[in-house]
Protein backbone atom coordinates (compact mmCIF):
# COMPACT_ATOMS: atom_id res chain seq x y z
CA UNK A 1 0.00 0.00 0.00
CA UNK A 2 1.32 3.57 -0.96
CA UNK A 3 -0.01 5.76 2.41
CA UNK A 4 0.82 8.92 0.21
CA UNK A 5 -0.58 8.09 -2.71
CA UNK A 6 -3.74 7.14 -0.51
CA UNK A 7 -3.84 10.07 1.48
CA UNK A 8 -3.22 12.22 -2.04
CA UNK A 9 -6.69 10.92 -3.52
CA UNK A 10 -8.06 11.29 -0.31
CA UNK A 11 -7.52 15.14 -0.48
CA UNK A 12 -9.23 14.83 -4.75
CA UNK A 13 -12.13 14.13 -2.78
CA UNK A 14 -11.98 16.70 -0.23
CA UNK A 15 -12.17 18.76 -3.16
CA UNK A 16 -15.67 17.82 -3.95
CA UNK A 17 -16.97 18.39 -0.69
CA UNK A 18 -20.19 20.21 -0.17
CA UNK A 19 -20.21 21.58 3.48
CA UNK A 20 -22.09 24.99 3.23
CA UNK A 21 -22.74 24.70 6.84
CA UNK A 22 -20.55 23.10 9.06
CA UNK A 23 -17.68 24.63 6.39
CA UNK A 24 -15.99 21.30 7.76
CA UNK A 25 -14.67 19.83 4.60
CA UNK A 26 -14.20 15.88 4.58
CA UNK A 27 -12.81 13.34 2.18
CA UNK A 28 -11.91 9.70 1.66
CA UNK A 29 -10.47 7.23 -0.29
CA UNK A 30 -10.70 3.56 -0.28
CA UNK A 31 -7.74 1.12 -1.68
CA UNK A 32 -8.64 -2.26 -2.99
CA UNK A 33 -6.37 -5.23 -3.08
CA UNK A 34 -6.35 -4.62 -6.75
CA UNK A 35 -5.43 -1.24 -6.93
CA UNK A 36 -8.36 0.70 -7.75
CA UNK A 37 -9.24 3.77 -5.59
CA UNK A 38 -13.07 4.87 -4.80
CA UNK A 39 -13.09 8.65 -3.32
CA UNK A 40 -16.14 9.91 -1.14
CA UNK A 41 -17.02 13.45 0.36
CA UNK A 42 -19.11 14.63 2.71
CA UNK A 43 -21.97 16.19 1.35
CA UNK A 44 -24.32 18.54 3.45
CA UNK A 45 -28.22 19.43 3.58
CA UNK A 46 -29.72 21.76 5.16
CA UNK A 47 -31.96 19.21 6.45
CA UNK A 48 -29.13 17.93 8.62
CA UNK A 49 -29.49 14.16 8.73
CA UNK A 50 -29.81 13.99 4.69
CA UNK A 51 -26.39 14.45 4.86
CA UNK A 52 -23.53 11.90 4.40
CA UNK A 53 -20.18 12.19 5.72
CA UNK A 54 -16.87 11.36 3.09
CA UNK A 55 -15.96 7.82 4.73
CA UNK A 56 -19.08 6.28 3.95
CA UNK A 57 -19.63 7.37 0.27
CA UNK A 58 -15.79 6.23 -0.42
CA UNK A 59 -16.52 3.06 1.18
CA UNK A 60 -20.58 3.04 -0.23
CA UNK A 61 -18.90 3.72 -3.22
CA UNK A 62 -16.71 0.40 -3.46
CA UNK A 63 -19.55 -1.68 -2.75
CA UNK A 64 -21.22 -0.34 -5.28
CA UNK A 65 -19.32 -1.40 -7.76
CA UNK A 66 -19.01 -4.81 -6.75
CA UNK A 67 -16.43 -5.16 -3.92
CA UNK A 68 -16.91 -5.52 0.07
CA UNK A 69 -14.58 -5.79 3.11
CA UNK A 70 -12.32 -8.76 1.87
CA UNK A 71 -11.20 -6.84 -1.01
CA UNK A 72 -10.59 -3.21 0.85
CA UNK A 73 -7.03 -2.77 1.66
CA UNK A 74 -7.16 0.28 3.59
CA UNK A 75 -9.26 3.86 3.71
CA UNK A 76 -7.63 7.04 4.26
CA UNK A 77 -10.07 10.05 5.76
CA UNK A 78 -8.92 13.71 5.47
CA UNK A 79 -10.07 17.09 6.74
CA UNK A 80 -9.80 20.21 6.12
CA UNK A 81 -9.52 21.07 10.29
CA UNK A 82 -6.89 22.12 12.37
CA UNK A 83 -6.24 18.83 14.12
CA UNK A 84 -6.79 15.18 12.68
CA UNK A 85 -10.51 14.28 12.32
CA UNK A 86 -11.95 11.10 13.18
CA UNK A 87 -15.28 8.83 11.92
CA UNK A 88 -17.94 9.84 13.82
CA UNK A 89 -20.12 7.33 15.85
CA UNK A 90 -22.54 6.49 12.88
CA UNK A 91 -19.47 6.11 10.46
CA UNK A 92 -17.28 4.18 13.07
CA UNK A 93 -20.96 1.37 13.33
CA UNK A 94 -20.75 1.21 9.58
CA UNK A 95 -17.11 1.08 8.76
CA UNK A 96 -17.55 -2.06 11.94
CA UNK A 97 -19.70 -3.74 9.21
CA UNK A 98 -18.32 -2.96 5.98
CA UNK A 99 -14.47 -2.97 6.83
CA UNK A 100 -12.46 -5.76 8.10
CA UNK A 101 -11.47 -5.40 11.74
CA UNK A 102 -8.41 -4.89 11.06
CA UNK A 103 -8.17 -2.78 7.76
CA UNK A 104 -6.16 0.33 8.17
CA UNK A 105 -7.50 3.46 8.55
CA UNK A 106 -5.32 6.53 7.88
CA UNK A 107 -6.45 10.12 9.46
CA UNK A 108 -4.98 12.69 7.95
CA UNK A 109 -5.43 16.72 7.96
CA UNK A 110 -2.23 17.63 5.78
CA UNK A 111 -0.22 17.53 8.22
CA UNK A 112 -0.60 15.16 10.91
CA UNK A 113 -1.52 11.73 10.24
CA UNK A 114 -2.70 8.66 12.32
CA UNK A 115 -2.75 5.03 11.26
CA UNK A 116 -5.60 3.37 13.21
CA UNK A 117 -8.41 0.38 12.49
CA UNK A 118 -12.02 0.12 13.35
CA UNK A 119 -11.29 -2.26 16.46
CA UNK A 120 -9.21 0.72 17.88
CA UNK A 121 -11.91 3.22 16.89
CA UNK A 122 -15.10 1.06 17.98
CA UNK A 123 -14.37 -1.53 20.32
CA UNK A 124 -17.90 -2.48 21.42
CA UNK A 125 -19.29 -2.48 17.93
CA UNK A 126 -23.29 -3.59 17.64
CA UNK A 127 -23.57 -6.06 15.08
CA UNK A 128 -25.11 -8.70 13.03
CA UNK A 129 -24.06 -10.95 15.90
CA UNK A 130 -26.36 -8.91 18.16
CA UNK A 131 -29.63 -9.52 16.22
CA UNK A 132 -29.32 -13.23 16.67
Same mark, same amino acid.
Given at each position: ? %??? /????? !?? /????? !??? @? ?16 ? *? ?7 ? =??? &????? /??? !?? *? ?6 ? %??? &?? $??? =???? &? ?5 ? @? ?7 ? &???? %? =??? @? ?5 ? $? ?10 ? @?????? $????
Amino acid at each position: M %NKE /ELIKK !AF /EGLKH !AYA @PYSKYQVGACVLTKDGKY *FLGCNIENA =AYP &SGVCG /ERV !AV *FNAYANGY %NKD &SI $EAI =AIVT &SGKRIGT @PCGMCRQAL &SELL %N =ADT @PIILSNG $EDEMITNISELL @PYNFSS $EDLD
